[in-house]
């Protein structure tokens, strides 16, 4: 299915479907989280990618734990800047 909604843009390595039928982001949520929530924690895990058809397919996400050292490495840059 996710190969399918994405248009074979879809690489394990840095992306993940998350949704069900009627529950996904649509238009305009590009860049918001996909949070995981345990108990009273909420982990950021993705953000808000592209999808198709909303709520019909999976939307992908862009997996956080694949940036865990871009991430601080661009802050730092921007600091320094």
């Known amino acids: ?4 909604a994405s248009l074979n843009r879809y690489d394990p390595e840095i992306k ?6 009627g529950k ?3 238009e305009g949520d590009s ?3 996909a949070l995981k929530k345990e108990g009273n924690i909420s982990t950021l895990v993705g953000v808000t990618s592209f999808g198709d058809n909303c709520g019909v397919h999976p ?5 956080v734990t694949a940036y865990t050292d871009w ?6 840059k921007l600091r320094s800047s």
């Open 1 to 4: 299915i996710c190969n399918l």
């Open 16 to 21: 993940f479907c998350a949704g069900s039928p």
């Open 24 to 26: 996904d982001a649509c």
């Open 31 to 33: 860049g918001g989280t």
């Open 59 to 63: 939307g992908i996400y862009t997996r």
């Open 71 to 76: 991430i601080p490495e661009n802050i730092a």
